[in-house]
């Protein structure tokens, strides 16, 4: 369980600043949404946690201890799935866990993955099919299976459903919600980067809405201790829609100023 503390980050690329003054903090076992208009640095932010990037100045503290590059602490599961092409859906999740849990056997590799793949409701028969045998959807389970293989305490999403269809986005939603949600004891702190107000709302215990670049928090909201509302009753509930209003004006607002400036 590791909390997360952004200081003073700001990040410049070819001399463009992308992201300018970013501060925030997170406790462990949150659900934290990065928000906003494709294009406003959310991807970048996402690769700085992860290590990926270095900060033009500020810097990123996992448990007080400053992040200098990629780690096993930090899992990734991207837009565009990042399976090896060649590898089978089960040796995609073996390879992850190889890395990670250096004394397991082959045999112990195959049984965790099987598990981890029934998770995400993949079945033994895709155990051996190529990615390219595999739908958006499944290939996303894929990613998911292996991202929660490894147990990293911190698990970056980066628009993981953007690119699926409406059903099985809502699907896979409710999938990393529930699995969220089954670790009571040592519940992974996530950063879910997505420009869907309503699904934010839907996932987050912490909302942080990025500006038009170069990029601010221009707003935050937490759920603290209230309770969370279930996709059957959110959009039912007053509260919630004046909050998804505020939300959505902000934004608009905010592309609005910049477009005329």
Request: contains cysteine.
């Amino acid at each position: 369980m590791l909390d997360v503390s952004v200081k003073h980050l700001s990040f410049s690329y070819d001399k463009d600043l992308i992201l300018d003054d970013i501060n925030m903090k997170v406790k462990a076992g949150a659900f934290v949404c990065l928000l906003g208009q494709s294009g406003c640095g959310k991807s970048t932010f996402l690769r700085l946690l992860a290590g990926l990037e270095k900060p033009s100045s500020g810097e990123i503290l996992v448990d007080n201890e400053s992040v200098a590059k990629a780690g096993l602490q930090r899992g990734v599961v991207f837009q565009d799935y990042g399976l090896f092409p060649w590898m089978s859906t089960g040796e995609n999740i073996m390879i992850a866990l190889k890395q990670k849990f250096k004394n397991m056997s082959s045999d112990e590799r195959k049984t965790e993955a099987l598990r981890r793949m029934k998770d995400v409701e993949l079945t033994e028969v895709d155990f051996d099919k190529l990615p390219k045998e595999l739908s958006g959807g499944m290939k996303q389970r894929c990613a998911i299976a292996r991202a929660f293989g490894i147990d990293p305490p911190i698990l970056l999403m980066d628009e993981p459903f953007g690119a699926l269809d409406a059903v099985t986005r809502v699907k896979l939603q409710d999938l990393v919600l529930d699995l969220w949600k089954k670790e009571t004891a040592n519940r992974k702190t996530i950063f879910f980067v997505t420009h869907d107000v309503d699904e934010a709302l839907l996932l987050a215990t912490d909302i942080f809405v990025f500006g038009q670049s170069p990029s601010k928090i221009i707003y935050s909201y937490s759920f603290k201790n209230e309770k969370k509302l279930d996709r059957k009753t959110m959009h039912d509930d007053s509260y919630v829609m004046e909050l998804r209003n505020q939300l959505m004006k902000i934004i608009h607002n905010e592309v609005r100023t910049k477009s005329s400036i």
